[in-house]
C-alpha cells in the first residue's frame, strides 16, 4: 500500500489539488474579463512563488502583497507591478524605496494626513517619489478613509503635494466575508463600486487625477453584477477556496483545492471521538465559520481521498492533536478508523491554515503527489 | 531615537525578555526539586536550541518534544533522553528507530492496544524493542487510556509483550488549563497524582514494572501540593508564560517574557480604533482567554517598554492587521497613539504565537535587542 509518493507522506502535510487550482484560477480570471477590469491577484494567500507561477502561468503582471517579504520575495521572482494593501508607516519608507530603485514599481497606501505627510517628506527628501493609493473604508470593515468624507480624502491628496505620485484609491470589502446570500453579496458588491467611484470623483474633482479604482475581495469580486469604472479588482483566496467561502455560498466543497493529511493515532470510544496528529498547529486556530450557519469547527474531515465525511469535523484542536467528532448537534455516525489510518481536513481559512507549513504537496488527478512547491513567510 | 536595535527592528517583531525567561525557569526549577522529582521540560514552546540551552544551561538533561522533527534538532543539538509525548502512529516508527540508532533514547507514547501491537511487531521484526509509555487519561481532556480502566492497561502491556520496553505511564492533565483559583489546581493536581499512582499500581500487580510515572501540565506542576511516587514532572509554556496563564492564575502580567512588537498603521477616530501592521499571522488566531473571567481578545496591548495599557487589546485580528480598542464593556480612554508608534501585545497562548516567528529578538534589561535566536517548525 506504500507504493505512492502520497502514501509515504509524512504528516500532518499540507495537500494542494493541481485541477482545482487551475479552475479555481480560471474562474476569477474569466470574471476579471467579464466585469471588464484588470485582475490584480493577491499573492499572501499562497506565498509560492511555483504556485503562483503555476496559477498566473508566464504572465507576471499586476499582483497584490500583504508584506514587504512577500514584495521582495515575488518582486525577485518578476513580479515588478506590486501593490502593497496594508497602510504604510515611515519605518518601512526605506525597503519600499530600495524595492523601487531595484526596478519593482511598488505602490504603497496609506489613509491618513500623517502617513501622507512623512511619505511626502519621504519623496522629497530622496528625490523619488512613492506612488501612493488612498485606501477607502466602503464598509466600516477595517481601515481606510470613509468614502464620502470629502475633507480628509483632499486633506491627504494635498498633503502627498507634490511629495508623491496620488495614482489612485484602493479598498477591500471585508465585510462581505460575514454575508452569505447571492442578493446580499451582489448588493454589497455594487455598494462597494458606487462608493468607490464617489470617493474618486471627489478627489477627481478637486483636481486629482486618481486614475486607478482598485476593489478587493473574493466574495465581491465573484458576486459583483458590473465594475464600470474601476479599474482593477484584487482577490486572493479564490486560488484555494475553504469552509469559510463554502459558509458564504461562493464555492462548492468540491472546489476546495487545499487540505490537511493527518494520521489517526488513537481513540476515545466512549466519548466518541478520533484523535490524529494534526492539531492548530497543522490548521491553525481560525474558525472563521463559528458564526456561519454551519460551524465547521476546525475543520471538516474527507476521507484520505478527499471526499468529506457526513458531519465529521475538528471538534478540539491542541498543538499537535486533533479530535475528530460528530459535528454537535449531529447524530452523524462515526467512520470505521483504526490507528494509521489517513483522513484530509478542509480548512476553515486557506490563508491561514497554509501558513503553518512549509511547502504544498501537489496532487495529480490520480491523488498522487507529483510537485513539491515551497512557501515562505515573515514580514 | 533610532540609535538602538530594538528601535530599529521591523515590526512585526517577536521579542523576548531574557530575565523574566531566566526568572520562569528558575521557578520552574525550584519547583521540580521542591517536588522531589525529576524535571523534563517541554521543548515545543520555545522550539528553539538557543532559547532552550539558555534556559537549561549546560545540562541537556530530560526534555519532552511534541514532533519527531523536535526530535531531531534537539537530539542533534545534544539532548539525548527525550519523550515524544503525543501517540505514535506505525508510519513514524522508522524515523523513531533511526533516532535511536543515532544514539539519542527516544521514548514514544501510545494508548491503544493496536498501537502496542504494531510498535511489538515493529520491535521485533527489527530486533530494536522500542521504550514506550503508556498514555494516561486522568482528566477527560484528550487522548489516553483511563486510569482505572485496569483491563486496557493490562492487554497494552501485554501486547506490547517482549516487542517493547514498558517503561511507564505518561498523562497531561490539559483540563488544569481551564481552572482559575488555586484550590481547584491543587485538587486537580492531587486527581493527576492519585490516578497516576493508581495506573501505575495495576501494571505493577499484574508484574510490568514501570519505573516511570510522569506528569505534566505547567498549572498542576504549579499546583501540586506533593508528588510522591510520581517520578517526574513535564511542562513548557512556564518559561514564557502567556495571558491564559495569567487567566488562572499561574504568574503576573510583568512574568510574561513573550510578546509581539508592531506599529500603528492608522486609526478609525469614530469608532476608536487604532489599526497596527501585527494580525493574525503575528499574533496566532489563538482565542485562549475567550472563557476566561478576563477576555484579552486576540492580546494585551502594552507601550514599547512592555507596560500594559488599561483594558487596551487587540480587538480584531485580520492576515496583516491587528485592530486596537478598548476592551468591551471598559470605557477606559485610549492613549495617544500616532502613525509610526511602536506598542508590544501580550499573546494568549505563548505557544501559538511564537510558532508564527522564524526567531525571538532578546531583550536585555535595558529593553535592547543583544541577541536573536532562531526557531525552527515542522514535522
Request: aromatic share 6%.
Amino acid at each position: 500500500m506504500t507504493d505512492t509518493v502520497f502514501d509515504s507522506l509524512p504528516t500532518p502535510s499540507l495537500l494542494l489539488d493541481r485541477a482545482r487550482l487551475s479552475r479555481n484560477a480560471e474562474r476569477m480570471r474569466a470574471r476579471a474579463a467579464e466585469l471588464g477590469v484588470t485582475f490584480r491577484p493577491h499573492l499572501k494567500t499562497a506565498k509560492s512563488v511555483d504556485a503562483t507561477r503555476f496559477v498566473l502561468g508566464d504572465k507576471l503582471g499586476p499582483a497584490t502583497v500583504s508584506t514587504l517579504k512577500e514584495a521582495e520575495v515575488f518582486g525577485a521572482a518578476g513580479f515588478t507591478d506590486l501593490l502593497y494593501a496594508v497602510c504604510i508607516s515611515p519605518q518601512k519608507l526605506h525597503r519600499v524605496a530600495r524595492l523601487r530603485q531595484s526596478g519593482i514599481d511598488l505602490k504603497i497606501i496609506l489613509d491618513s494626513v500623517e502617513a501622507a505627510a512623512a511619505v511626502a517628506a519621504h519623496g522629497k527628501q530622496s528625490g523619488a517619489p512613492l506612488s501612493v493609493l488612498i485606501e477607502i473604508d466602503v464598509d466600516d470593515h477595517r481601515s481606510g478613509v470613509r468614502w464620502n468624507d470629502r475633507e480628509t480624502l483632499r486633506q491627504i491628496a494635498a498633503a502627498l503635494g507634490d511629495g508623491a505620485i496620488l495614482t489612485g484609491v484602493m479598498c477591500h470589502a471585508g465585510e462581505s466575508y460575514n454575508l452569505h446570500d447571492p442578493q446580499s453579496l451582489a448588493e454589497a458588491a455594487a455598494a462597494e463600486r458606487s462608493r468607490m467611484l464617489e470617493a474618486a470623483a471627489c478627489l477627481r474633482a478637486a483636481g486629482f487625477a486618481c486614475p486607478v479604482i482598485s476593489v478587493g475581495s473574493t466574495p465581491t469580486a465573484l458576486s459583483a453584477p458590473r465594475y464600470d469604472g474601476i479599474t482593477e479588482v484584487r482577490a486572493g483566496v479564490y486560488m484555494f477556496f475553504d469552509l469559510v467561502q463554502v459558509g458564504i455560498g461562493l464555492c462548492g466543497m468540491d472546489e476546495i483545492a487545499l487540505s490537511v493529511l493527518a494520521t489517526v493515532i488513537g481513540h476515545q470510544k466512549d466519548k466518541n471521538w478520533i484523535i490524529t496528529d494534526a492539531g492548530w498547529m497543522a490548521l491553525s486556530a481560525d474558525r472563521g465559520t463559528k458564526d456561519q450557519a454551519i460551524d465547521q469547527y476546525y475543520g471538516l474531515v474527507c476521507d484520505a481521498a478527499g471526499k468529506p465525511y457526513h458531519d465529521l469535523v475538528v471538534l478540539r484542536a491542541n498543538q499537535e492533536h486533533g479530535i475528530l467528532a460528530a459535528r454537535p448537534g449531529s447524530n452523524a455516525k462515526l467512520p470505521e478508523l483504526r490507528v494509521g489510518d489517513r483522513v484530509r481536513i478542509f480548512p476553515n481559512h486557506a490563508c491561514a491554515t497554509a501558513a503553518q507549513h512549509d511547502c504544498y504537496h501537489v496532487l495529480d488527478e490520480r491523488n498522487d503527489v507529483t510537485a513539491t512547491w515551497q512557501r515562505f513567510r515573515g514580514w
